[in-house]
């Protein structure tokens, strides 16, 4: 029988097939892959020619193509649509691609012929783009321990092994937890919630088989009860469940697995040379440095806890005036917080979120894309991996751009959280290939689909790193799209935050579900008017995060891992009543893989230049200003990472940022 996965795929826009790929086809596909990239890697390393960019460089770029399409389909999938036997695939392939990746980094003729042309690379006459991925190609040797010998050499691959064995068995503890606790509603517990909230309710209910409605840890329905409902002893019951994530003892645990993580990194940074883990991940970072991360995160902290400060002596006043003494809790914020907001701003969520049509909000996406690039967006029927997904063909003046699929609603298969993903790259080399990208989210589903402003947000930030990826515009796949600095990559997705606040975009695609009217004027103002409503607990949750995960990274693994989170948050004077947005035993983005791991701070590092990026239109009169369009499209979104990001920057911009711009679009610069 033919495997699915190995052969060439037919289909249009050469996507996966997935009607015909099963579970029992990955691990042959996998095996047979992983070989020949292999065969073709140690090919490359004992070519008897002398080292050149095309035998070399080129060559390397050449391996691997039946591999990354075997893990483009697994990991789309094991992420979004998740079962026991992918969960048991990835405890397998994990530890294998360390090996894989430990086995090459460390060949030494391999890494032998990337250092000659490192050496010699001033008389290569190589493009700017080839100096760079050269550049790239001989840094990711050294930073992997090409240059480790003996014991240090086998410790390192022990180290990057047992790294990938506990980062899959984090996130899967974590989905474990996510998806196994619900609580059961009566009608008496609906009292106060929403009908949006109400039919989420319902429809999770369903999927589980039970007649009653329920909350559960999907966020899309958690955020809002803790938000609506007014029994506080249910928001209390919930928060706690939330909270424990990861945390709730047995065979999900995940507090030893990130005790353990924390000592591995450490070891591998004291192997290479560097003073901590943070300081070596942040070498390759705009940030460079620890100390530049902290300055960043200690200058919005302070203002942002002053506010917050602020905001919970209002919200204590309002929860004794209901007759609860004693202190505001966690569980009590986003109920308070939402009574504020409907009393100052006269605004409703159930009166808004009508106006936020998913559909509505995907067409918003698509509009502005073309208003600022010219690109168009067709639905496409093509095989995908589950019925909840669509796929649309982008083009330009006709041509071909790229494939796009959306995977929007929450579903106990699909990990939380909301990301983007490239199944294929751009590239020129070896041979042109257009992307295939897939925005991945976890709304609430009914009919109609209606999202929070909030989730709108969301769903214009994963378009964005859509559109970094569709636009790309690259000869090497090494730079394509995405492949940029951390502290960079999220500059596309939170500048294209902006177009979902400009008014004319909102007047144009935020209509009634049921009346089909749009947005009122006044409603249009108050929500616009709102944009930085309880700024100071949404900046103070998530410098928490960032500040825990710096100083784990920055000193010596503590013995007990939640006893030192509570000492960094105490010393931080984290205020009562605001939880950490990612506390350790879920914090998926730090303990799940690593990629931000001493990287979190980055979301703010974007933000302070996207909030300059932008003040440019501002500064034209004009969202969707042609000429700044193009550059934002020639110096941001089409080159990938073939050029150091800073330079990129200032050639949009003619300078780089400082924090004031952030502090304001905030609303934290006079706390």
Known sequence: MTNPLLQPWNTPFEIAPFQDIHDRDFAPAFASALAEDMAETLAVAHDPDAPSFANTVEALARTGKALEKVLSVFYTVSGADSNAAREDLMRDFSPKLAAHGSAIYSNKALFARIDTLWKSRENLQLSPEQSRVLMLSHRAFVRAGAGLEGADEARMKAIKSRLAVIGTEF?????????????????????????????????????????????????????????????????????????????????TDNRALAGEMLALRKEMADLLGY??????????????????????????????????????????????????????????????????????????????????????????????????????????????????????????????????????????????????????????????????????????KADPALLSFDDARTLFHEFGHALHQMLSDVTYEMVSGTSVPRDFVELPSQLYEHWLEVPDVLQKFATHAETGATIPQDLLNKLLGAATFDMGFQTVEYIASAMVDLAYHTTDVPDDIMTRQAEILADMGLPHAIGMRHATPQFAHVFSGGHYASAYYSYMWSEVMD???????????????????RSLEANILSTGGSQDPEVLYKAYRGRLPGVEALLKGRGLAAA
């Not at 809002?224 to 047995?250: C, I, K, V």
């Not at 967006?377 to 006709?398: I, K, N, S």
């Not at 909030?611 to 369009?629: H, V, Y």
Request: net charge negative; aromatic share 12%; proline share 5%.
């Open 171 to 251: 996130s899967q503890n974590l989905l474990a937890d996510e998806r196994s606790w619900y609580m059961e509603l009566s009608d008496d517990d609906l009292e106060g919630l929403p009908e949006f909230l109400i039919a989420a309710s319902k429809n999770a209910g369903a999927e589980k088989g039970l007649t009653s409605p329920i909350v559960t840890l999907s966020r899309s329905i958690i955020t809002p009860f803790l938000q609506f409902s007014p029994q506080r002893d249910l928001r209390a019951r919930a928060y706690a469940a939330w909270a424990a994530r990861g945390a709730n003892d047995g065979e």
């Open 275 to 444: 003073d901590d883990f943070a300081s070596f991940k942040l070498e390759t970072e705009m940030a460079k440095t620890p100390g530049n991360v902290r300055d960043l995160l200690t200058s919005v902290w302070e203002p942002a806890k002053a506010q917050a400060n602020k905001d919970a002596d209002v919200l204590t006043h309002m929860m004794h005036q209901d007759g609860i003494n004693g202190d505001l809790e966690p569980w009590d914020w986003r109920y308070y917080a939402e009574q504020r907001r409907q009393a100052e701003h006269d605004l409703d969520e159930a009166t808004i979120k009508p106006y936020f049509q998913l559909d509505q909000m995907i067409a918003a996406s698509f509009d502005c894309a073309n208003r600022l690039f010219g690109l168009q967006f067709a639905p496409v029927d093509v095989p995908l991996y589950h019925p909840d997904c669509r796929a649309w063909e982008v083009t330009r003046d006709g041509r071909h751009v790229a494939l796009f699929i959306g995977d929007y609603f929450a579903r106990g298969s699909k990990r939380s959280g909301a990301w983007c993903s490239a199944m294929r790259s751009q590239a020129k080399f070896p041979e042109t290939q257009a992307p295939i990208v897939i925005n991945v989210c976890n709304f609430a």
């Open 611 to 629: 909030a300059d990026a932008f003040a440019a239109f501002d500064e034209k009169g004009d969202a969707f200003d042609p000429d700044l369009a």
